[in-house]
């Protein structure tokens, strides 16, 4: 039983092949070898082609082709994990319309907060679970207002996994989960959230068909399986967004269980069987994965924080260009907890959430020209980005999240033992690692949704976790002062 997973990355396209009877991996691949970029035209704007995630991701299941592990054509189902809140729009030929504008993107961070007031700040709580604000929903209100002819042109919006699905299978469709980070879902309706539509003056006929997260949302078409080599009729049965992929594939689907993923972005996830909400939106919450229509709510608590893994990739750009991953988190280690002083924000990256959707960009506090080397500043830039996490966890917190264990994908920042331990102490919880990422997950999803499996939770019978970080007494000292004056910090930035 082959299953096919794709994974539309900010930076990357992954594509992963699993054997859905042993839940092991047969073969992945990445495209491109570099890292794509991020186009900002303007201060705080982000965008993607989404022809060239479609073009990486057909290059990716060539690569896991080319490997001759298998054969393309016995791959029975595909699933799809994409980052999140992006807007794609075509035309009826479907051609995309615009570049896509990403989930860092913050130019409609005034429309969401105007929406928010005007709706009512308690009517969006109760029913979206949110304010409308950076959202999907907002960016396509931007659209409206800016590039009237483009909005004039619009067949259907899409999430980025709604449009690699069509791209293989020419149907356009969505589920409750995409709709609800989108900002398009009312929870006490049920429904798409018609407060939404006519406020922003949205056509219902705007949104695709409406699925659920685990059924057909179409099959490849025989022109897409010749150019990609898979078997015309292929089904692709699962979709979802990257940090509910992510819990997903760590078997986390209940009440209680704690995900993390520090990619571009830095994520905590957290399940729920309670409709909950910050009355400030600094976290959010989705429908998660196996939230059904019926009652039986599963519900996912999420802290972003946008500038993570993108400043890791911008110190070694910038500052240790001859250095790679591994030899920058080596030379970190050899640095004191706290660097000797050195402090950094990580919120480069546009509006954060966790933050009020404000955007203070990143900050170097205490840098000593006769102290502080690149080791340091890269140790300094991992605790900040531990920190912000921190930070977020706090606020997580107050709607009744506290983890007491964290499951994350040993990958991306879980590779620095500098960030992992900063993390696990400065929380005070430990991190169980596993040996998964967002594309074999979305390759387990297809499983479920092909009906291979009867429970989501038999997808990871055979999953184990290959080690955990666990606090120390000592380690946890030392952040708590490290950790008060790094927020001191973000204080007074917050009150400029």
Known sequence: MLLLGIDIGTSSIKASVVDG??????????????????????????EQDPEMWWNCAVNA????????????????????????HGLVMVDREHRVLRPSIIWCDSRAVEIGNKAFQEIGEEKCLSHLLNSPGNFTASK????????????????????????????????????????????FWDFKENAISEDILKYYGFPKT??????????????????????????????????????????????????????????????????SDQVSYDPLSRVNTFAHVNHQLDGFNRLGTLLCVNGTGILNRWMRDQVAPQWSYSQMNEAASAIKAGANGLTILPFGNGAERVLSNKSIHSTITGLNFNVHTTAHLIRAAQEGI??????????????????TVIRAGKANMFLSNVFTKALVNTIGVAVELYDTDGAKGAALGA?????????????FENMKSIGSVEPEKELQEQYQSVYANWKSILDKQLKN
């Not at 299941?61 to 999140?84: E, F, T, V």
């Not at 531990?386 to 983890?403: H, N, Q, R, W």
């Not at 499983?447 to 997808?459: D, L």
């Open 21 to 46: 009877d042993t839940g092991q991996l047969v073969t992945s691949a990445q495209y491109p070898d570099t890292e794509n970029t991020i186009s900002s035209p303007f201060s705080d704007w982000a």
């Open 61 to 84: 299941i060539q690569r896991c082709n080319d490997s001759g592990k298998y054969n393309p054509k016995d791959i029975q189902a595909i699933g799809i994990a994409y980052q999140m």
């Open 140 to 183: 396509l209100a931007w659209v409206k207002a800016n590039e009237p002819r483009v909005y004039g042109s619009v067949y259907k919006i899409m999430l980025p996994g709604d449009f690699i699905a069509m791209k293989l299978t020419n149907s356009i469709t969505t589920s409750n989960s995409a709709l609800s980070e989108g900002i």
């Open 206 to 271: 705007v949104l695709p068909e409406l699925k659920p997260v685990f059924s057909n949302h179409g099959e490849v078409s025989s022109s897409m399986a010749d150019l990609t080599g898979l078997k015309a009729g292929t089904p692709v049965c699962y979709k979802a967004g990257d940090q509910p992929n992510n819990a997903l594939s760590l078997n986390v689907l209940e009440p209680g269980e704690v995900a993390a993923t520090a990619g571009t972005s830095g994520v905590v996830y957290s399940v």
């Open 386 to 403: 531990a920190f912000s996490l921190k930070y977020g966890v706090d606020i997580m917190a107050e709607t009744g999240t506290a983890p």
């Open 447 to 459: 499983g479920i949704g092909k009906g291979f499996f009867a429970q989501p939770k038999e997808a």
